[in-house]
């Protein structure tokens, strides 16, 4: 154990108080957290404000406390700080940071196809002989132990301590997903990653980011957290690459298929039911690969996973088998069999970007008509609505425009923010129920045609008012069509 003077100190001001030469068994920002001996930062959040439990948390026995809020208190040091989050990851990077003594981090930004890379990097790194840890929207898993995830990137003092578990269990690599919330409220501030990897950037998370720069600026911090031996791996046919070069603490490569100057330059994609093959070409070096996973987009996140491998001296066998293993990831182009005559997709594309690439993937092998089941989650962006009504009238035959996880909106009100992107109603169904939806997609469905449902992907739940409720789009689909 700590002192609390040795914790925070060149972190916080001192104060003169005796209770600085106390240990420090803990740290919270949860109030109910709270143990005897330690230290609770008080957070000022968007929904809820901690200070309003510092009564709660002394009762419980803390040795001090961090706030941003002047407060009478005596009984307990009280470190008034300006900002309390950025506080607390010094802090804990500080008392838990031994959790990530013998862990490798490679860790994956961008706002589409984070999860398949981080699937991907998993299966090359495994068959390299390595334990393997992975922390992404989808769970949190190692060895023989799986947690279904509740964010990206789980908040500070639960990343920490999750790395230590699995250190602790024989981990050696943990693979990360890192969203732009994380990173902009500080999760993993003071780690340093290996690698650092960089897909795209398109619109999404305005709400929070109020702005596209801001967006971009916040997933570029992943490349100043590089360790002195790390690697940058950037797309660089993505317009936001030059900010992720310039942002990276060292050693940076790029990607692409475009006609751009890239080091890694992928060359004849030939894609072929059931599977996908392509070169990448480097140094003059050609490197063949095969992916069962669908579409052109995911060529590209099979690359970054493929480059990061190599830059990290992996042998190139290993990396081609590596990725050849992944066969589907849960809720990412993920296709349910039916005898129906028609397939069925279920993907987690909620931006703009991530339907259009969905729907151009689908559409190459569609015989008949492509069907889409969509909607958007409430208290998010609203300038992606439109975007998506757009984009899905562009592409699609019949669209059938429901909730998501309308939050505290009226779904009635995003569908209609949804149909302002839309120029003729003609093909074009609203259910608000998302069940309902669902089945009445597939009632259209005929031989040869193709449903995509779309937003919601690997999710089991729905999230309507304040209530989460299970709800699954493949149990769904299941269900109603009777497939085992």
């Given at each position: 154990?700590?002192?609390?003077?040795?914790l925070c100190?060149?972190?916080v001001?001192?104060?003169?108080?005796p209770g600085m030469?106390g240990?420090?068994?803990g740290?919270?920002?949860?109030s109910?957290?709270?143990?005897?001996?330690?230290?609770?930062?008080?957070?000022?959040?968007?929904?809820?404000?901690?200070?309003?439990?510092?009564?709660?948390?002394?009762?419980?026995?803390?040795?001090?406390?961090?706030?941003?809020?002047?407060?009478?208190?005596?009984?307990?040091?009280?470190?008034?700080?300006?900002?309390?989050?950025?506080?607390?990851?010094q802090?804990?990077?500080?008392?838990?940071g031994e959790?990530?003594?013998?862990?490798?981090?490679l860790?994956?930004?961008?706002?589409?196809?984070?999860?398949?890379?981080?699937?991907?990097?998993?299966?090359i790194?495994?068959?390299?002989?390595?334990?393997?840890g992975l922390?992404g929207?989808?769970?949190?898993?190692?060895?023989?132990?799986?947690?279904?995830?509740?964010?990206?990137?789980?908040?500070?003092?639960?990343?920490?301590?999750?790395?230590?578990?699995?250190?602790?269990?024989?981990?050696?690599?943990v693979?990360?997903?890192?969203?732009?919330?994380?990173?902009?409220?500080?999760?993993?501030?003071?780690?340093?990653?290996?690698?650092?990897?960089?897909?795209?950037?398109?619109r999404?998370?305005?709400?929070?980011h109020?702005?596209?720069?801001?967006?971009?600026?916040?997933?570029?911090?992943?490349?100043?957290?590089?360790?002195?031996d790390?690697?940058?791996?950037v797309?660089g046919?993505?317009?936001?690459?030059?900010?992720?070069?310039?942002s990276?603490?060292?050693?940076?490569?790029?990607y692409?298929?475009?006609?751009?100057?890239?080091?890694?330059?992928?060359k004849?994609i030939?894609?072929?039911?059931?599977q996908?093959?392509?070169?990448?070409?480097?140094?003059?070096r050609?490197?063949?690969?095969?992916?069962?996973?669908?579409?052109?987009?995911?060529?590209?996140?099979?690359?970054a996973?493929?480059v990061?491998?190599?830059?990290?001296?992996?042998?190139e066998k290993v990396?081609?088998?590596?990725?050849?293993?992944?066969?589907?990831?849960k809720?990412?182009?993920?296709a349910?069999?039916s005898?129906?005559?028609?397939?069925?997709?279920?993907?987690y594309?909620?931006?703009?970007?991530?339907?259009?690439?969905?729907?151009?993937t689908?559409r190459a092998?569609?015989?008949?008509r492509?069907?889409?089941v969509?909607g958007?989650?409430g208290?998010?962006?609203?300038?992606?609505?439109?975007e998506?009504?757009?984009?899905a009238?562009?592409?699609a035959?019949a669209?059938?425009?429901?909730?998501?996880?309308?939050?505290?909106?009226?779904?009635e009100?995003?569908?209609?923010?949804?149909?302002?992107?839309?120029?003729?109603?003609?093909?074009?169904?609203?259910?608000?129920?998302?069940?309902?939806?669902?089945?009445?997609?597939?009632?259209?469905?005929?031989?040869?045609?193709?449903?995509v449902?779309?937003?919601?992907?690997?999710?089991?739940?729905q999230i309507?008012?304040?209530?989460?409720?299970p709800?699954?789009?493949?149990?769904?689909?299941?269900?109603?069509l009777?497939?085992?």
């Open positions: 154990m700590i002192s609390l003077k040795m100190e060149g972190i001001s001192i104060p003169d108080h030469s240990k420090v068994t740290i919270a920002s949860d109910r957290r709270v143990k005897s001996g330690y230290l609770f930062v008080a957070i000022s959040g968007y929904e809820v404000d901690g200070h309003d439990f510092i009564l709660e948390a002394i009762r419980r026995g803390v040795c001090g406390l961090v706030v941003e809020k002047k407060i009478d208190e005596q009984s307990v040091p009280v470190f008034q700080v300006k900002e309390s989050r950025q506080v607390l990851a802090l804990v990077h500080r008392f838990y959790s990530l003594k013998n862990i490798q981090l860790g994956i930004t961008g706002t589409n196809g984070k999860t398949t890379v981080s699937y991907l990097l998993e299966s790194f495994k068959t390299a002989g390595m334990e393997v922390i929207t989808v769970s949190y898993r190692w060895k023989e132990k799986e947690i279904s995830a509740n964010r990206t990137t789980p908040d500070v003092i639960d990343l920490y301590q999750l790395l230590g578990k699995m250190q602790n269990d024989g981990v050696r690599m693979v990360m997903e890192i969203s732009s919330h994380a990173l902009a409220l500080h999760r993993v501030l003071g780690m340093r990653f290996r690698a650092a990897i960089f897909t795209n950037l398109s999404d998370h305005l709400d929070f109020r702005s596209f720069e801001q967006y971009g600026k916040a997933k570029s911090m992943l490349f100043g957290m590089l360790s002195p790390g690697v940058g791996v797309n046919d993505d317009p936001a690459s030059q900010l992720m070069l310039q990276a603490n060292g050693r940076a490569v790029t692409g298929k475009v006609n751009t100057p890239v080091d890694y330059q992928i004849g030939k894609e072929a039911q059931g996908t093959q392509f070169d990448v070409v480097h140094h003059g050609r490197i063949h690969l095969t992916t069962k996973l669908w579409g052109k987009f995911n060529v590209m996140n099979c690359t996973a493929a990061t491998g190599l830059e990290l001296g992996l042998d990396v081609r088998e590596g990725i050849e293993k992944i066969c589907h990831v809720g990412r182009m993920e349910i069999d005898d129906r005559g028609f397939h069925i997709f279920i993907d594309a909620h931006t703009p970007d991530a339907l259009q690439n969905v729907l151009v689908v092998f569609t015989k008949k492509l069907i889409v969509f958007c989650g208290d998010r962006d609203k300038g992606k609505r439109p998506m009504g757009k984009i009238v562009t592409l035959d669209i059938f425009i429901t909730s998501d996880n309308p939050r505290s909106e009226d779904p009100v995003i569908i209609q923010d949804i149909l302002v992107g839309i120029d003729s109603l003609d093909h074009i169904v609203t259910i608000i129920d998302r069940k309902e939806a669902i089945h009445a997609a597939l009632d259209h469905a005929r031989e040869g045609d193709v449903v449902i779309a937003g919601k992907g690997h999710e089991d739940y309507i008012g304040l209530r989460r409720i709800f699954d789009d493949k149990v769904i689909v299941k269900e109603y009777g497939i085992p």
